[in-house]
């Protein structure tokens, strides 16, 4: 993948730093849903072109019957509806594919910082859950953040109600409470693997956007910016330090989860 091999370069370019210890390949999910997007539009075109090309030929072996005048007919009203839909549908999944692309960059700039924390510190980008796709997923001394990455332009800020405004707008999607709901199911999952209950610090994360959602108006997810990320994971006065027994312990579970996906391991291992 590209962004994987970008960021193996990166690493190998900044080998006199100390840096994070990383399992998985940042935007690994969303760069294949980008190519399968774009994999399903030649589909589309190939469905709609076999679809006109059949009618097209029954209409053609029928011009010397009775029924030419209705093969006629249903070939003008068909190829135009096949056309039409087919477009619909392309454009849909070309929306859908540069949402992707444009969620690829976002995880991947997240995730070069992310990657330049101290090695005391363990990422885990693209873990899959029964509740979601995880972004990234960080564990160090100053405690555990599973972090999704946002993408967005504009202005975000606090709705009243625990929610997310875009340019004074609401989302498509209740960010806070799909990343609420991830968090517990991955503490449930930690806790099957190895007993523990950590507390998780849910992050959403935004490389471009301007945020103005105060912390307290999102419940326990906290909204931050690119260039405070770093230091928001490392501050020290959170009070939810761990050991490095802990931290080992909890890394481990995130990544015998994330093994789970054979997609994940290739990634991790190519």
Partial sequence: MAF??????????????????????????????????????????????????????????????????????LLGLSIPFIVKYANKMIDKLERDRLSFRKGATGEATIGYILERLPDHYQVIHDVKTPSGNIDHVVV??????????????????????????????STPKSEIKNLTRTIMDLKDKIKVLNGMDPYIQGVLAFPSAHVDAKWGQTGHVHCVREEHLRDY????????????????AISRAIGALASMDKEFKSASQS
Avoid: C, H
Avoid at 154 to 168: A, K, P, S, Y
């Fill in 4 to 73: 994987t091999r970008i960021y193996r370069n990166i690493r190998k370019s900044k080998t006199g730093f100390s840096m994070a210890k990383v399992l998985g390949s940042p935007a690994r999910y969303v760069t294949d849903q980008a190519v399968k997007k774009y994999q399903t539009q030649f589909i589309v075109l190939i469905m709609a072109a076999m679809a006109m090309a059949f009618i097209a030929g029954w209409a053609f072996a029928m011009r010397k019957s009775a029924y030419a005048p209705i093969a006629i007919v």
């Fill in 140 to 169: 160090g001394p100053t405690g555990a953040f599973v972090i999704d990455t946002k993408n967005w332009k504009g202005v975000v800020t606090g709705d009243g109600n625990g929610g997310l405004l875009l340019n004074g707008k």
């Fill in 233 to 248: 994971i490392s501050d020290s006065k959170r009070g939810r330090q761990l050991t490095s027994e802990e931290v080992d």
